[in-house]
């Protein structure tokens, strides 16, 4: 199984990204899909997380101004980030979730500059 991330980039502050996590190699669906993301300086820290049903939940720091959502295909998640700021800079990682483990994603790299 092989998770793919996209869609990181450079941004300005107040700038929106959306990235993308596609996993590969498996027909089973995930049970749970995050996002996680770190910086040098710390340790990884959750973000979002999304389960089978929907639900939603989001790390205060990110509350009200990221989206995190299931894609149509099977075993994709998108990270929605809005009104970015420069505390928001780290390496985005994706996550997901089977019966049998966690996978993680090799992670793709946010800086957004004031």
């Known amino acids: 199984v092989r998770l793919v991330e996209s869609g990181g980039a450079s941004v300005q502050a107040g700038g929106s990204l959306r990235l993308s996590c596609e996993a590969s190699?498996?027909?089973?669906?995930?049970?749970?899909m995050y996002w996680y993301r770190q910086t040098p300086e710390n340790e990884r820290e959750f973000v979002a997380g999304?389960?089978?049903?929907?639900?939603?939940n989001y790390a205060d720091s990110v509350q009200g101004r990221f989206t995190i959502s299931k894609g149509n295909a099977k075993n994709m998640v998108y990270l929605q980030m809005n009104s970015l700021k420069p505390e928001d800079t780290a390496v985005y990682y994706c996550?997901?979730?089977?019966?049998?483990?966690?996978?993680w994603g090799q992670g793709t790299q946010v800086t957004v500059s004031s």
């Open positions: 996550k997901m979730r089977w019966p049998y483990g966690d996978v």
């Open positions: 190699g498996i027909i089973v669906t995930a049970t749970a």
């Open positions: 999304i389960v089978s049903n929907g639900l939603a």
